[in-house]
């Protein structure tokens, strides 16, 4: 069956000079055509002096788009970090709320957890970034920096 058609393919001549040449012909233009509008975009990633109106908005939009995009996600980044800072500050504050209670007036058994507590308290509670760096400010600082650079 496959032979068949391949030899039916060879053995098929034209009826028609004027057929093939028409054929040859539009095949030109859509090559042509298809040329024109590629080298019509090369010249536009190019920065030809004068892009059309319509390309230069589009650019406009894009160029802030991806500005407010970069600063809501650093100001998303902040928020995440300030909290994790806070709960770092605030950790430290618990061993100075338990001495100022007047736990020592309490019996013997709270003292002792209370001492346990103030020995615990005494470094400061984080959240990790994984393996990589604790969440503070200072990370912050160092991390939107190294991302704008």
Not at 53 to 60: A, D
Request: aromatic share 10%; proline share 3%; net charge negative.
């Amino acid at each position: 069956m496959h032979g068949r058609t391949s030899n039916t393919r060879a053995n098929h001549k034209p009826n028609n000079d004027g057929d093939l040449s028409g054929r040859i012909q539009e095949m030109q233009e859509n090559i042509n055509s298809q040329l024109a509008l590629f080298k019509g975009e090369l010249t536009g990633l190019k920065g030809e002096e004068n892009p059309p109106e319509n390309q230069t908005k589009n650019t406009v939009f894009n160029i802030v788009f991806c500005g407010e995009f970069a600063f809501c996600m650093l100001i998303r980044l902040l928020v995440y970090y300030w909290y994790a800072n806070e709960v770092m500050v605030q950790s430290t504050n618990i061993a100075i709320a338990i001495w100022e209670s007047g736990w020592y007036e309490e019996p013997l058994e709270v003292q002792q957890m209370m001492k346990m507590m103030i020995l615990r308290s005494n470094k400061a509670l984080g959240l990790d970034i994984g393996p990589f760096a604790t969440m503070t400010l200072n990370s912050f600082l160092g991390v939107s920096v190294k991302s704008l650079n």
